[in-house]
């Protein structure tokens, strides 16, 4: 029973006192003395409950006070003291994961000549890294291999003379953590390791990231039917990608990456765009460069800014089924690489980015 029922019950006894007494008969004037006695008994009760139950009772005592002295009711709760932190506890340690070690032999592999575009000696690929990049690359040689044997089935008079090649590269984006190129296409002489490899018919690319200990494709040439390349076409330089889009001549973009901490950004940093157009006769250009239109020399400076000392690229000549690619080791040679160095480097943590 708390306060409030107490003081409730408190004034239903005394109304019925003063109901009680007022039904007993008057025996004269001892009668009516005590009858009276009860009424101003029952008024002072119900008084000093009316009292004690206002809101305006104990005018200014706050939460869980009574004010005018008054104690504390039997069973209220009572408000917790606030505790306040200890400011002179010392804060825990922040425990940061162990800095990745590449023995100097496996960096030494990657100056060997493979297609390394960075300093070997601050490579920080990890050998999980370097294993499921030379996965990757076994993955697009032998998809490769299938497409070149597919298309010579579908024309052999065509394909007579051309045969597969892969090669890949790795390209430092920050931090010592590079990203995969890698590009193939059915060839007529295998010049991959004295330069530019030309290509026809068959073709692909593709670029690949080490994220949260696994490979991650960032982008990939887009193919006919036929398995060849059209459209877009990648260059990489020292710090930036560009990807082309190619439509035709008066058709293009042109779309600048820049290199993080081990990835490629995704958004573009900088971009050009070029549509030409018909109009009474003759052919007008639209050029814009970043989102502002400009004249044709601002959007040729670009280019002379930007894509200038390449070190690994795909091409593709016009709308037709020919091209190049340059800057890479073949496959099997860069799987024999990477192998090599998984099993000197070990685990060493899974490294990439989160």
């Excluded at 990203?179 to 296409?185: D, E, I």
């Excluded at 050029?287 to 502002?292: E, I, K, L």
């Excluded at 690994?312 to 690489?337: L, P, Y």
Aim: hydrophobic content about 35%; glycine content about 12%.
């Amino acid at each position: 029973m708390d306060w409030n029922d107490n003081i409730r019950l408190r004034g239903v006894a005394a109304a019925e006192k003063k109901q009680t007494a007022m039904k007993k008969p008057a025996t004269g004037r001892r009668a009516a003395g005590v009858f009276v006695c009860c009424i101003m008994l029952a008024a002072a009760i119900l008084a000093g409950c009316s009292a004690s139950g206002s809101p305006e009772a104990g005018s200014g005592a706050g939460a869980g006070e009574t004010g005018s002295g008054t104690d504390i009711p039997e069973g209220s709760a009572m408000p917790e003291e606030a505790v306040t932190p200890d400011e002179t506890a010392e804060p825990e340690e922040t425990v940061m994961p162990e800095e990745v070690v590449i023995p100097d032999e496996a960096k030494k592999l990657l100056e060997a000549g493979v297609s390394y575009y960075g300093s070997p000696d601050g490579c920080r690929m990890t050998g999980q890294q370097a294993e499921a990049f030379a996965e990757v690359i076994r993955s697009e040689l032998a998809a490769m291999d299938q497409k070149h044997a597919r298309m010579e089935n579908m024309d052999p008079e065509v394909m007579d003379g051309l045969t597969a090649v892969c090669g890949a590269a790795l390209i430092d984006t920050g931090g010592g953590r590079p990203v995969l190129f890698v590009a193939g296409g059915s060839v007529r002489a295998d010049t991959l390791e004295s330069g530019t490899q030309d290509w026809e018919r068959v073709s692909s690319w593709s670029v690949w990231q080490y994220v949260n200990g696994a490979p991650e494709l960032y982008q990939r040439g887009q193919e006919d039917m036929f398995g060849c390349v059209f459209g877009q076409y990648p260059a990489f330089y020292q710090d930036y990608l560009i990807l082309t889009e190619f439509r035709s001549a008066d058709d293009c973009d042109r779309n600048l990456y820049r290199y993080g901490d081990g990835f490629i950004e995704k958004e573009a940093a900088s971009s050009t765009y070029l549509r030409g157009y018909e109009q009474e006769g003759s052919m007008e250009y639209l050029y814009t460069v970043d989102g502002v239109q400009k004249d044709r020399d601002a959007y040729d400076a670009w280019g002379e800014q930007w894509e200038k000392g390449a070190v690994a690229d795909f091409f593709i000549e016009g709308n037709s089924q020919k091209g190049s690619f340059a800057g890479v080791t073949s496959a099997e040679k860069m799987i024999a690489t990477l192998t090599e160095y998984a099993d000197i480097a070990g685990s060493g943590g899974q490294g990439g980015t989160s």
